[in-house]
């Protein structure tokens, strides 16, 4: 199993950088940040550094959209990036949310979506595509390999990363509805004549690890409760579209998923991402625990072991909490390795 880390773009850039630097010398193998330009600073420019200072690790956003960057502009930054650091980025790409909000814009359709992973993965892979009636192609890329994951959660959508995506990415660690959603993205990539097992299957969710004592607990708990209000927004889409578990449709979109947004009221993407998400407060406890990562370290192992079992190929972690080293640090020094392939020296 792989792992990410997953920041915000928090002036100052540096301190990103910095982290992005933490991950690679406790073992991560991916840094992801959020693409909301109005909300954070440009991801794109940091990567820059971040492949600067670091030897391995993979950057990529989690994740861009195709309605507030011109496609053919994103496959540049891709291609530019790998050209200068040897393939070392992935593009997340999604329908959009709180950078398209803000602007007080809508998620693009599915088909945007699918249209812009392709004229992204086949400029940044050296090829030719063709886009708005004419054929394009960089004539300066000539090493740049890149591969573009899907993040999805309804029907439609899965359906979309199973026949187009290198990768899905889901943003919520719960088993049953990580098993649901990862089993929807296999069979649409069967029923396309795709392998399955070559799609790349990534959860991610908030990571922290704490004490075993109720006071933690509860820390740990209010720290991430931002995450279920974040996930709200997306489920409150798929059940405007496809109706809740209460109406007839359990076999499209699991209960789990859906009952928590009873409670919602509305959300202010000023706090969007942010521990202490006055809206975030409707969300249960149950769904912190079911949504994110948290407890004592033997904890995360029997959740990760657990996720690992169903096909997920890497964990990312979101670091949006005040205990982002010593989080990072356990997981390079005892957790991580208990999810790695034992290799021994001597047979």
Not at 32 to 52: C, K, M, N, R
Not at 156 to 185: H, P, S
Not at 260 to 277: F, L
């Amino acid at each position: 199993m792989d792992f990410g880390v997953v920041l915000q773009t928090n002036p100052p850039a540096w301190r990103t950088v910095g982290l992005a630097k933490q991950a690679e010398e406790h073992g991560f193998d991916y840094v992801w940040t959020f693409d909301s330009h109005l909300l954070w600073q440009e991801p794109y420019v940091i990567y820059s550094a971040i492949l600067g200072a670091t030897n391995r690790i993979m950057v990529g956003p989690m994740v861009t959209n195709p309605a507030t960057r011109d496609w053919t502009v994103t496959a540049s930054v891709f291609a530019t990036l790998n050209e200068m650091y040897g393939n070392r980025t992935v593009c997340g790409i999604g329908r959009g949310d709180s950078a398209v909000r803000v602007l007080n814009g809508k998620p693009t359709t599915l088909k945007e979506v699918r249209e812009a992973t392709h004229v992204i993965r086949e400029l940044a892979n050296c090829r030719a595509v063709e886009h708005n009636g004419t054929t394009l192609q960089f004539p300066w890329a000539r090493s740049s390999e890149l591969e573009v994951w899907i993040a999805a959660y309804g029907p439609l959508a899965l359906k979309a990363a199973g026949e187009a995506g290198d990768g899905f990415i889901l943003q919520l660690a719960d088993i049953d509805i990580a098993t649901w959603m990862i089993g929807a993205v296999r069979d649409a990539a069967e029923k396309a004549g795709r392998d399955p097992d070559a799609i790349t299957f990534c959860v991610a969710a908030p990571m922290y690890v704490g004490d075993d004592t109720p006071e933690s607990r509860a820390h740990m708990l209010e720290q991430c409760r931002w995450f279920g209000g974040m996930v709200g927004n997306h489920v409150a889409d798929i059940v405007a579209k496809y109706g809740s578990a209460d109406d007839g449709n359990a076999n499209q979109i699991p209960q789990a998923l859906t009952d928590y947004i009873k409670g919602r009221e509305g959300y202010d993407y000023n706090e969007h991402g942010r521990a202490g998400n006055t809206h975030a407060e409707f969300v249960p406890d149950e769904i912190v625990e079911r949504f994110c990562i948290l407890g004592t370290p033997e904890e995360h192992i029997e959740k990760l072991k657990a996720l690992k079992e169903i096909g997920v190929h890497q964990f990312a972690g979101y670091l949006q909490h005040d205990n982002k080293e010593e989080t990072m640090r356990v997981y390079g020094e005892t957790i991580m390795p208990e999810l790695r392939d034992h290799v021994v020296a001597k047979a």
